[in-house]
Nanobody, 120 residues
Framework: QVQLVESGGGLVQAGGSLRLSCAASGSIFSINTMGWYRQAPGEKRELVAD???????TYADSVKGRFTISRDNAKKTVFLQMNSLKPEDTAVYYC??????????????WGQGTQVTVSS
């Protein structure tokens, strides 16, 4: 059983910062790409940023220069540092990880989501 547990969401004023964390636990042989997605009310879930096991990062255009994704492979944790937050960043943020449990083919897992609300 694999679990992804997120933390760090909350309410912040525009221009403020938040740091999200997501820790993976359970039957894990290796973790490939880890990432953060978000879904605003009435919108589709979208990629915010992801990072490969080697550290290569990808960002949505809307967050480039403001958000930074990083990971600690030893702790099986991915982080999202969000600066200069805007009201349009308000959404539920979901952690995603492509995990190899050593028995089956690698598969994507999702966290439960954490609410980020940015007030104007």
């Amino acid at each position: 059983q694999v679990q992804l547990v997120e933390s760090g969401g909350g309410l912040v004023q525009a221009g403020g910062s938040l740091r999200l964390s997501c820790a993976a636990s359970g039957s894990i042989f290796s973790i490939n790409t880890m990432g953060w997605y978000r879904q605003a009310p009435g919108e589709k879930r979208e990629l915010v940023a992801d990072i490969t096991s080697g550290g290569t990062t990808t960002y949505a255009d809307s967050v480039k220069g403001r958000f930074t994704i990083s990971r600690d492979n030893a702790k099986k944790t991915v982080f999202l540092q969000m600066n200069s937050l805007k009201p349009e960043d308000t959404a539920v943020y979901y952690c995603n990880a492509n995990i190899d449990n050593g028995y089956w083919s690698p598969a994507p897992y999702w966290g439960q989501g954490t609410q980020v609300t940015v007030s104007s």
